[in-house]
C-alpha cells in the first residue's frame, strides 16, 4: 500500500492582484535529509486525521503558519503518485493563500531553508516534473479564477 501524505501549496500576492500574474509567489521548503529537494509543506496522515487536517497541521509544524492564517482555494485539489525511498507514494495538495504578505516563517527541523518564488523559478527549484506541473497547474487555476 502506498504511503499517503497531504499538504497545501502556500502561495501569496501583492495586493493588485489580476493586473500582474508574476506577482504570484509560492512558498517552498528545502528539506534537511537526503537529496535537500525542495517542496511545499507536506506530511504523513496519522490515524484519525482527514486529509486536509493532515495538510494543515503539517504547514502549522513545518512552517508555522496557522490554519487560521490561511485560506483554502476551493476547486483546486492534485493527487501526485511516485516513488520515495523506495515505496509508492500518494500526496494530495491544496492550494492555501497566507493572509498577511508579510507572514512570519518557522521552520522545523526537518528543513534547512525556505523561499517565496515566482512559478519559473519555483519549477527549476522543484525539481521533480510531477510537481512541477502541480506548480504549473496551481498558477494557472489562480490566474483564470477571481481573487
Given at each position: 500500500?502506498?504511503?499517503r501524505a497531504c499538504g497545501l501549496i502556500i502561495f501569496r500576492r501583492h495586493l493588485i492582484p489580476k493586473v500582474d500574474n508574476s506577482t504570484i509567489e509560492?512558498?517552498?521548503?528545502?528539506?534537511?535529509?537526503?537529496?535537500?529537494?525542495?517542496?511545499?509543506?507536506?506530511?504523513?496522515?496519522?490515524?484519525?486525521?482527514?486529509?486536509?487536517?493532515?495538510?494543515?497541521?503539517?504547514?502549522?509544524?513545518?512552517?508555522?503558519?496557522?490554519?487560521?492564517?490561511?485560506?483554502?482555494?476551493?476547486?483546486?485539489?492534485?493527487?501526485?503518485?511516485?516513488?520515495?525511498?523506495?515505496?509508492?507514494?500518494?500526496?494530495?495538495?491544496?492550494?492555501?493563500?497566507?493572509?498577511?504578505?508579510?507572514?512570519?516563517?518557522?521552520?522545523?527541523?526537518?528543513?534547512?531553508?525556505?523561499?517565496?518564488?515566482?512559478?519559473?523559478?519555483?519549477?527549476?527549484?522543484?525539481?521533480?516534473?510531477?510537481?512541477?506541473?502541480?506548480?504549473?497547474?496551481?498558477?494557472?487555476?489562480?490566474?483564470?479564477?477571481?481573487?
Amino acid at each position: 500500500m502506498a504511503l499517503r501524505a497531504c499538504g497545501l501549496i502556500i502561495f501569496r500576492r501583492h495586493l493588485i492582484p489580476k493586473v500582474d500574474n508574476s506577482t504570484i509567489e509560492f512558498l517552498l521548503l528545502q528539506a534537511s535529509n537526503g537529496i535537500h529537494h525542495w517542496t511545499p509543506p507536506k506530511g504523513h496522515v496519522d490515524p484519525g486525521e482527514n486529509d486536509l487536517e493532515t495538510a494543515l497541521r503539517e504547514t502549522q509544524e513545518e512552517t508555522g503558519i496557522e490554519a487560521s492564517q490561511l485560506t483554502i482555494i476551493e476547486g483546486f485539489r492534485r493527487e501526485l503518485n511516485y516513488v520515495a525511498w523506495k515505496k509508492p507514494k500518494t500526496v494530495i495538495y491544496w492550494l492555501a493563500e497566507v493572509k498577511d504578505y508579510d507572514v512570519e516563517i518557522c521552520l522545523s527541523q526537518e528543513h534547512q531553508a525556505y523561499r517565496w518564488l515566482g512559478l519559473e523559478e519555483a519549477c527549476q527549484l522543484a525539481q521533480f516534473n510531477e510537481m512541477k506541473a502541480t506548480l504549473q497547474e496551481g498558477h494557472q487555476f489562480l490566474c483564470s479564477t477571481p481573487a
